[in-house]
Nanobody, 124 residues
């Protein structure tokens, strides 16, 4: 199973990027996919997830949008109004389950499959 994240890069504050995560060797059609990020010197944190609904961290709500292709096996993250504090390595993750408990979507340990990350740098 491979999750291949792409689309990262260097962008100015206020700009936009769209991340993609292509899945091969598996399908998450009935499961959950999400994005996490890790800034230098910080712990990995939840960004957004698509499971039984769509979920966002407070820091990205209204700026980022998570979506999937119609086969639900390619994940996207449209990032608008980027800020320097969005600078991080972004990881896509997947799990075969959807969760009854909303807070589970925010927890990295709930996701079994992980991609390698794509780096996003937002300059001020």
């Amino acid at each position: 199973v491979q999750l291949q994240a792409s689309g990262g890069g260097l962008v100015q504050s206020g700009g936009s990027l769209k991340l993609s995560c292509a899945v091969s060797g598996h399908t998450f059609k009935r499961g959950t996919m999400g994005w996490f990020r890790q800034a230098p010197g910080k712990e990995r944190e939840f960004v957004a997830a698509d499971g039984r609904g769509k979920y966002y961290s407070d820091s990205v709500r209204d700026r980022f949008s998570i979506s999937r292709d119609s086969d639900r096996n390619t994940l996207y993250l449209q990032m608008n109004s980027l800020k320097p504090e969005d600078t991080a390595v972004y990881y896509c993750a997947g799990d075969d389950r959807t969760f009854n408990t909303r807070s589970y979507y925010f927890q990295a340990q709930r996701y079994y499959y992980w991609g390698q990350g794509t780096e996003v740098t937002v300059s001020s």
